[in-house]
């Protein structure tokens, strides 16, 4: 089986920063593509940021320039790097990957179950 969890969320004060992680872990063979998406209440879940395994970044325009996408390939973790934070920027945020299982054909899509981001004005 695997298993994503976010870690990193927490209470900021506007232009203030945080950082999320995601760990992976399981009977992983390879990680594709990581995403991190977010959800506010009431409204859709958004993709923020993706990142190949290769190292392709991808943003949404919202948070391009203050949100930055990284990953540890030999740790099988992913991270979020989140600066000049605004009070729009709450949300839970999640944690997805496309991951190919050992011993297991094709790559399945994987989502951790959210941490909190709240920023205040």
């Known amino acids: 089986q695997v298993q994503l969890v976010e870690s990193g969320g927490g209470l900021v004060q506007a232009g203030g920063s945080l950082r999320l992680s995601c760990a992976a872990s399981?009977?992983?063979?390879?990680?594709?593509?990581m995403d991190w998406y977010r959800q506010a209440p009431g409204k859709q879940r958004e993709m923020v940021a993706r990142?190949?395994?290769?190292?392709?970044?991808t943003y949404a325009r919202s948070v391009k320039g203050r949100f930055t996408i990284s990953r540890d390939n030999a740790k099988n973790m992913g991270y979020l790097q989140m600066n000049n934070l605004k009070p729009e920027d709450t949300a839970v945020y999640y944690c997805?990957?496309?991951?190919?299982?050992?011993?297991?054909?094709?790559?399945?899509?994987?989502w951790g179950q959210g941490t909190q981001v709240t920023v205040s004005s």
């Open positions: 399981g009977s992983i063979s390879s990680i594709n593509v």
């Open positions: 997805k990957a496309l991951i190919r299982r050992l011993l297991v054909g094709p790559s399945e899509n994987y």
């Open positions: 990142i190949t395994s290769g190292g392709t970044t």
